[in-house]
């Protein structure tokens, strides 16, 4: 049976995704730590679409979890046909004062366990030539951002890793795409005690998502979700790093002296 593996999906884009896919008739694989709103979503979804969804509470931080994921769908037999890696998480703030074990955890769920994902699903994508990868990158990708200077670099890291693997699999029409949604409604800038560039510009989790889906249909392998963040993003590329990165430190340098 085909499933698609969505990561981080017990809330914001991950949920999104799971509640959108579900409508298409996708069997669903949602993973999260929160076991409670995992169990509560699969139950929802599958009374309301009469599809198959199945939950796996698990850390992506822990030593092995990817192993420890890739084992339990082979187990039972588990086709998974897409794979939706979005957990990850931010920090803000002057890097040499946060906790450092914090930023490596960021690191570690933000890069190696896309990668590590990535890599184990794709060998049977490819011997299938059929499959889906949507990585969850940002416009923070395009950009050196003071004061969140790990998160932007793990992000500019899925931007360009997803693009590489999207080329090398064009031939076997696996389609790989980076999805880089700006300022969303989700609990990230809570959780991550970060001040939102723009709370004007937000967008809902649900129009990511749809912007992710035409983006996998058109065949790209990378998509800026919201019109006023693509401006930004072109504008990011054309300008000197050195005025981005001074006029967003001095900007947000502000902003956290205020807090």
Known sequence: MKFTLITGASGGIGEAFARRLAEDNHNLILVARSE???????DELMLKHQITAHYIALDL?????????????????????????????GSMGD???????????????????????????????RTRKKGVIINISSTASFQ?????????????????FSEAVAEENRE?????????????????FAAANAIPFSAKGMQTSEE????????????????????????????????????????IGKYLRSKLKKK
């Open 36 to 42: 409670e709103k995992l169990h509560q979503i699969c």
């Open 61 to 89: 931080t822990e030593i092995e979890a990817d192993k420890k994921l890739f084992e339990e769908t082979e187990k039972h037999n588990f086709e998974i046909d897409w794979l939706i890696n979005n957990a990850g998480f």
């Open 95 to 125: 890097f040499a004062e946060l906790d450092l074990e914090h930023e490596l955890q960021m690191i570690d769920l933000n890069i190696s366990a896309l990668v590590a994902l990535t890599h184990r699903y794709l060998p049977k994508m």
């Open 144 to 160: 050196a951002i003071p004061y969140m200077a790990t998160y932007a670099a793990t992000k500019a890291f899925v931007t360009s």
């Open 172 to 188: 076997f029409n696996i389609q790989v795409t980076a999805v880089c949604p700006g300022p969303t409604e989700t609990n990230f």
């Open 208 to 247: 990511v998502v749809e912007k992710a889906l035409q983006a996998v249909k058109s065949g790209k392998a990378l998509t800026v979700s919201g019109f006023s963040n693509y401006v930004g993003s072109v504008f990011g590329t054309i300008t000197p790093d050195s005025l981005i990165t001074r006029a």
